[in-house]
Nanobody, 123 residues
């Protein structure tokens, strides 16, 4: 059974940092891509960062480039999202998701989702 579990969300002040984790289980992830997405109240879900596991190619949304970094620990089957220089507009529920194939920032291309973790950036 494919399962993704996010952790690491919380409350942080503007300019601060958080690292989210996505623990992956139930499938051989070499053929997959893992994406991070976020959804703020009243807004559509948007892609933040994504990585193809087989070659580590990555994509980032323009709004987070140079601030967020996606990475993986293959031994632990975990994908991370390091978020630096956080802004109030980064406040959202963050989700990780998986799809077979290359990385993508389009939510509709992913078929398995985690439960989400809340990130709140506020002073």
């Amino acid at each position: 059974q494919v399962q993704l579990v996010e952790s690491g969300g919380g409350l942080v002040q503007p300019g601060g940092s958080l690292r989210l984790s996505c623990a992956v289980s139930g499938f051989r992830w070499d053929y997959y891509a893992i994406g991070w997405f976020r959804q703020a109240p009243g807004k559509e879900r948007e892609g933040v960062a994504a990585m193809s596991i087989v070659d580590s190619n990555t994509d980032y949304a323009d709004s987070v480039k140079d601030r967020f970094t996606i990475s993986r620990d293959s031994a632990e089957n975990t994908v991370f999202l390091q978020m630096n220089s956080l802004k109030p507009e980064d406040t959202a529920v963050y989700y990780c998701a998986s799809r077979i194939g290359v990385q993508s920032l389009w939510p509709w291309e992913y078929d398995t989702w985690g439960q989400g973790t809340q990130v709140t950036v506020s002073s």
